[in-house]
């Protein structure tokens, strides 16, 4: 028997962006382009492969640009970039990436702790951004950080982040990313907020962009998925954090949105080889699988189609 989460949601795999802005260990970039095309070959639709963040300040991301340069163009298509000025955009593009996010935060302060710059002002370059990406054929998307809470202002008002939405400087993007930065929000305001982006702010895909730290990371993205986002995100076994958000933990596991969304691709082998790239991948790096469905995939179940052989 097969199930399907229906509305149905896209899942975008953000192990080498968001996912690995804590870790304290480096891969190469010839692991991130095989974890890329392992991701692909597997089935999972859409990938953040990095960032454009400084590498002093994210070390982790300073071959982001080699990693571009490594994919073909069909493998860029499925691949999205962060990205926080015109100047990130330009070189990028110049790399060979076409799909840009383009970050910004609700709040004022986690503004300035993550871009050292207003909100304000990074509304006011995004048009110049925009205009990068016209001259490349690209797509780029409006990514609104802290939308629910701020490690340093407190709960964020719905109507802040309309706010942003609705600016006209937004024009041209193609999507509006909604962060649970923190993941200190609960299913009602998840779904309160991306009913009203869905009905108050100019037709656009929603995306819906969770962590778990709370241990509300599925509830969240179902929450989302069912109030409008069609796109949702998801890091390999848990992993990540916002470097510049203190409080802010692993987003929600890739394995666990998956198994609980079951999109049309995704077969018992397909997940048991997720399973497999997580644990190797977060072995490697000396982090936790923090992925509920991982570990519930090398239970005893046997009789369980989704129960995978134990590790040798």
């Known amino acids: 028997m097969s199930f399907t989460l229906v509305p149905r949601a896209e899942l975008r795999d953000v192990t080498l962006r968001d996912g690995l802005q804590l870790t304290g260990k480096m891969l ?34 300073a071959n982001t640009l080699e990693v571009v340069q490594a994919l073909t163009p069909e493998e860029l298509q499925k691949c999205w970039i962060w990205v926080a000025t015109p100047g990130h955009v330009a070189k990028a593009a110049a790399a060979g990436a076409r799909n840009f996010q383009y ?30 990406t016209r001259a490349v054929d690209g797509q780029i998307q409006l990514c609104i950080a802290t939308s629910f809470t701020c490690p340093f202002e407190g709960i964020v ?27 200190q929000a609960v299913p009602a305001q998840v779904a309160s907020l991306i009913a009203r982006v869905r009905e108050e702010t100019p037709a656009r895909r929603i995306v819906y962009h969770g962590h778990d730290t709370w241990g509300l990371g599925v509830a969240n993205t179902l929450a989302a998925v069912t109030a409008g986002a069609t796109l949702v995100d998801g890091a390999l076994g848990g992993l990540g954090g916002c470097p510049f958000a203190p409080g802010a933990s692993g987003n929600t596991a890739t394995e666990d949105i998956l198994f609980a969304t079951r999109p049309e ?48």
């Open 28 to 61: 190469s970039t010839e692991r991130k382009v095989e974890t890329i095309r392992e991701l692909l070959r597997l089935g999972v639709p859409s990938i953040e492969l990095g960032s454009m963040a400084r590498a002093d300040l994210v070390p982790t991301m």
């Open 103 to 132: 970050c910004l935060s609700a709040s004022d302060s986690h503004n300035q702790a993550n871009l050292g710059r207003s909100t304000e002002t990074s509304l006011a370059t995004l048009p110049e951004a925009v205009e990068h």
């Open 157 to 183: 008002d719905e109507e802040r982040v309309l706010a942003i939405a609705n600016d006209p400087r937004a024009e041209g993007t193609c999507d509006v990313v909604i962060c649970d930065t923190l993941g």
């Open 265 to 312: 691709w995704l077969t018992p082998a397909s997940f048991g080889g997720l399973v497999a790239l997580s644990e190797k991948l977060l072995a490697e790096l000396g982090e936790p699988n923090r992925s509920k469905s991982a570990q519930g995939a090398r239970s005893n179940a046997a009789a369980f189609p989704w129960v995978i052989a134990p590790n040798p």
